[in-house]
């Protein structure tokens, strides 16, 4: 049997076995050896049979004695050959300046957005990891349905026993802090009245938490009913420079409380609410707060649990002894179900699950990662970018791989080359992403989303250490995504080819891929558009909602403790006041007071729930509302006695009643058993916020319940009636400041309406960035594609084609492109929008002409990208192009 | 090439294991013709017990440095894809060594005369 030096039946794992780790020195005969040794045993036995043996024979070829040597020890860290990759690298980006930009422009403005959520997603994260116990640190949350609730939903609160509970029954609990809400009012002193809102919290406070004091002592200042800490900005608000410990202070012109301790700092790093903190034995000294402290489903709804675990005590266990507590301890009643307690690292709170009566406000976890998901995206966006264009760009460093390889560089060699290419290009974007966000932070820092959490945005380079690290892990990882490819695909030239000069080398492999990085990097512009159009037109349309009620020139002014009467009466005398009317709640700003709608014989299932105000005469007149049927309210229809009330429309509807006329005079349950008597009906309004749809409602008088004014000024006298509301309040002398809100300014306002205004400048700056980018790698690949075909054109025009028809020809492929993208992204973007759109119940409907606009926006974008390429071609004189040849 | 660690310890040097004495007599009954596979093949006809490759190798050169083989490359083959074979020769010390542990073996048996003449009767 002969063999021919090429032909071989080793299998191909013991050949690469063979080169891989067999020395040069002993490969001839080993290699030699098993040839000769599986010819024998091919000859002799079966073929599976002999492929089996020669794999374990090359194996056991495989010793330290015969291993391959490293062909060149000193190569370990080429220092020399990282200085050419670095000149080489800068050299490119030298010569390509414009190519060069566009990919640094979109990677840092992109990167600077990343890095900004991502700083800000960190600085969520870390919160509350400074106490010197955080990991053993743990919150109590409950899942609880409560009787007015149809279904159970998450309390960050739980029962106010339960601290002390955990910390006299549970073993494994070092110590235990019960913290409640709800230490509000005006807090008042020698004169000085702010607004408060503090927490209560019990000695054990300093015990879990790492919080220093300035003045007084931790262990005692929480003990004694009336104690109160402060913060250093609150001390100066009140004090000055005087010294506060001591001093007595007021609540609301009620409860004194003496300043038994100062914070040493306001910027704590922690979710726990910290302006004014007084003790918990102050509302264990008052008699009609018992039951709220004991009861547990009555004091479900304020207090935080908070709890030390010792060093050996495991989450698991403690939940389920906690678990156990609940049937002992909880008395079901009024279809109140404590469902589960459930242990939570205190780390967890931050960006973890959405829940009722959170301690803080906090971003949820869902919605931190919606906005990193988004960021992203941009980014990947720009990688994409420097990918097609790097490809695209290929012919002409073929020629350089080539010269390269033929002078003895290994692909390895070529590939780090590139990759180290990618690393000069965002490193050079990383410094100019750190500039941007220097601008860039102080406008992310005044969307309300992220004022609210009182979580700023700080990035401080002297301070932060880990910021470095981050911004090394950026660099590296985009180099990463968007250098891989290309260096894989640039450094497979060979020698050959680029010497011959094959034409299209972009051609090959590159091109289904630079294709269809343009239809990704367009459809993702375009769903970003689309969807920002419809959140601004439906911003817009929020703002001109029509909610059915006067609102112009109407001011609100909160009553405290004032009779509403006696406001009235004294503001009344103002020339420049027109009306005044009471009402409980201001509508339509989300706030509401629950109340089941029923008729008789109706089951509890039946029942409809919506919500009840109570108003004056003037209500309906003051509002401008429609009085569709029925009478007004008059004084003397006080609802206590008279059981009379005018209804909405919706609550006929939820009733089953008939038209407005017929209804008046018929009997309706409110609430469990109050039998109401239909004494008017008003036209629906916008009652409640916008995101939900109109609610039954009752309208009745109760003089006694009056919270708000609605005072309605002259018209164009607006600033002189705000005075003589101003000047009204302080006649009457009261000790608190007037809290008065123009309702139209209070309705533009809202918490809803902020927040649609966050979201669609947010999704619309990620919209602009990501269309930025993908214009500006298209106009990379157009001009690069039109330098490519200078020639051709030249020729074509010689030959008698016009301006027209050349234009048609380079700018084709891109029209197909952004066809196929318009097809994937419409129906996504869509989708998206009106998933969003869902929200809320008064909405726009996403006509043709939201998609057309964004669509066509983008497309007048994209040609003036490609346009000015082509048309500067197509104009271009062909001898210009052709006279050297 | 750097200095290549030797794994065998001083005090084996001169030992001759109960592989490398099989592989040494097999050597030297293959005469002229000893390489790598001819030494794995020779071995499984005569032991039943087929060795890898691998181990047939790694004693081989064990035995090359404990000096009781040398080893040539041979010329071109028309087999195997035209490369050379290394041809190991039994060195002096290494059949003096075969002698030795072959007396040491004769003097036991001789102190057991039953099992030897046993032997010699079958």
């Not at chain 1, 008789?600 to 509002?623: C, H, I, R």
């Not at chain 1, 008059?634 to 609550?651: C, G, I, Q, S």
């Amino acid at each position: 049997m002969t063999t021919g030096p090429e032909h071989t039946r080793l299998p191909a794992l013991v050949l690469w076995l063979l080169n891989r780790f067999c020395s040069s020195e002993h490969y001839e005969e080993f290699r030699g050896d098993l040839e000769e040794i599986h010819e024998l045993r091919l000859q002799s036995g079966s073929g599976s049979g002999a492929r089996l043996l020669i794999g374990l024979d090359a194996i056991s070829m495989l010793r330290v004695r015969f291993r391959r040597q490293r062909e060149s020890p000193h190569t370990l860290f080429p220092i020399g050959m990282f200085r050419n990759y670095l000149l080489v690298a800068l050299r490119s980006l030298k010569r390509h300046v414009a190519f060069a930009s566009i990919n640094i422009i979109g990677l840092s403005v992109s990167m600077a957005v990343c890095l900004i959520l991502i700083l800000f997603i960190r600085q969520n994260a870390t919160q509350d990891e400074f106490h010197e116990n955080a990991d053993r640190l743990v919150r109590v949350y409950s899942d609880f349905k409560a009787s007015f609730n149809r279904d159970n939903a998450l309390y960050g609160t739980s029962p106010a026993a339960l601290s002390e509970l955990m910390a006299q029954e549970i073993p494994g609990v070092v110590a235990s802090a019960n913290i409640r809400d709800g230490f509000r009012g005006t807090l008042e002193y020698e004169g000085v009245g702010l607004p408060l809102n503090g927490i209560y919290a019990t000695p054990s406070f300093f015990d879990l938490f790492s919080f220093k004091l300035k003045s007084g002592d931790p262990a005692t200042a929480l003990i004694s009913p009336g104690s109160l800490i402060l913060t250093p900005t609150e001390v100066q608000k009140f004090f000055g420079e005087e010294d506060p410990m001591g001093k007595v202070m007021s609540i609301s012109g009620g409860r004194e409380y003496t300043v038994t301790g100062v914070l040493d700092r306001d910027d704590y790093d922690t979710i726990i609410p910290l302006s004014a903190i007084a003790s918990y034995s102050t509302l264990q000294a008052e008699e009609n707060t018992q039951d709220m402290l004991e009861t547990w489903f009555q004091s479900i709804y304020r207090s935080y649990t908070f709890v030390h675990l010792s060093e050996n005590a495991s989450i698991d266990d403690i939940q389920e002894r906690v678990r156990a507590l609940i049937p002992v301890y909880f008395a079901e009643q009024n279809d109140n179900k404590l469902h589960d307690l459930i242990v939570q690292p205190m780390s967890d709170i931050s960006l973890g699950k959405a829940m009722g009566n959170e301690i803080g406000v906090s971003i949820p976890g869902a919605a931190a990662w919606f906005l990193a998901s988004l960021a992203l995206m941009v980014l990947l966006t720009a990688c994409f970018n420097y990918v097609g264009l790097t490809v695209s760009r290929s012919l002409k460093r073929s020629r350089e791989v080539g010269v390269r390889k033929v002078f003895g560089a290994s692909r390895s060699h070529i590939t780090t080359q590139f990759i180290f290419e990618t690393i000069v290009v965002s490193s050079l974007s990383v410094l100019l992403a750190v500039f941007l966000m220097q601008w860039l932070e102080p406008a992310f820092n005044s969307m309300s989303f992220v004022s609210q959490t009182g979580i700023t945005l700080s990035i401080d380079y002297f301070k932060d250490g880990g910021l470095y690290l981050v911004l090394v892990m950026f660099v590296l990882s985009v180099a990463l995504i968007a250098g891989f490819y290309p260096a894989l695909f640039l450094s497979r030239f060979q020698p050959a080819d680029a010497v011959k000069g094959v034409s299209d080398m972009s051609g090959r492999g590159g091109s289904r891929l630079r294709k269809s990085l343009v239809v990704i990097q367009f459809s993702v512009s375009l769903i970003f558009l689309i969807v920002t159009v419809s959140m601004v037109r439906q911003a817009k349309h929020m703002e001109s909602a029509d909610y059915g009620f006067a609102q112009k020139n109407i001011v609100n002014v909160r009553m405290f403790d004032v009779p509403f009467t006696r406001f009235k009466d004294q503001v009344s005398r103002s020339a420049n006041i027109e009306m005044v009317s009471g009402i409980s709640i201001i509508p339509a700003m989300g706030s509401r007071s629950d109340l089941w709608f029923s008729m008789p014989g109706m089951t509890e299932e039946e029942a409809t729930k919506g919500y009840q105000f109570s108003v004056d005469e003037n209500f309906v007149e003051n509002l401008e509302l429609v009085l569709l049927a029925g009478t007004n309210l008059t004084p003397a229809m006080e609802f206590d006695t008279a059981r009379k009330a005018l209804v909405n429309e919706t609550a006929l509807r939820v009733l089953g009643l008939g038209g407005p006329a017929e209804s008046v005079g018929e009997t309706f349950i409110a609430g469990d058993s109050t039998r109401v008597e239909i004494a008017g009906v008003i036209k629906d309004f916008r009652s409640d916020a916008l995101t939900n749809a109109i609610p039954a409602n009752m309208f009745a008088y109760r003089a006694d319940r009056l919270a708000w004014a609605n005072v309605k000024i002259v018209p164009g006298r607006l600033d002189e009636g705000i005075e003589d509301i101003r000047a009204a309040w302080t006649a009457m002398g009261h000790s608190r400041n007037v809290n008065l809100a123009v309702f139209e300014t209070q309705l533009k306002e809202s918490f809803t309406m902020l927040m649609v205004q966050d979201m669609y400048r947010l999704i619309g700056f990620i919209a602009m960035l990501a269309v930025l980018i993908a214009c500006l790698g298209l106009l990379g690949i157009a001009s690069f594609n039109v330098e490519r075909r200078t020639k051709e054109i030249s020729i074509r025009k010689v030959l008698g084609a016009d301006v027209q028809s050349v234009v048609k020809l380079l700018s084709r492929e891109f029209i197909i492109l952004i066809g196929i993208s318009t097809l994937v992204s419409v129906p996504i973007a869509w989708f998206i929008a009106n998933a969003w759109l869902q929200e809320f119940e008064y909405r726009i409907d996403l006509g043709v002409g939201t998609i057309a606009f964004g669509l066509l926006a983008v497309l007048v974008i994209a040609f003036s990208a490609i346009g000015s390429q082509t048309i500067k071609a197509a104009l271009a004189n062909p001898v210009d192009n052709l006279h050297d040849d | 090439m750097g200095v290549r660690i030797s794994l065998i310890k001083k005090a084996e040097m001169d030992q001759l294991g109960t592989l490398e004495e099989l592989i040494l007599l097999t050597v030297c009954s293959l005469g002229e013709d000893a390489y790598g596979v001819s030494v794995h093949q020779k071995l499984g006809e005569h032991t039943g017990r087929p060795l890898t490759l691998g181990a047939v190798h790694t004693t081989l050169y064990r035995l090359q440095d404990k000096g009781f083989v040398d080893s040539t490359m041979g010329g071109a083959t028309n087999t195997r894809g035209g490369r050379r074979k290394r041809y190991f020769r039994a060195t002096g010390s290494g059949i003096a060594a075969l002698r030795s542990s072959r007396d040491v073996r004769k003097s036991f048996w001789k102190t057991i005369p039953a099992m030897d003449s046993a032997v010699a009767l079958r």
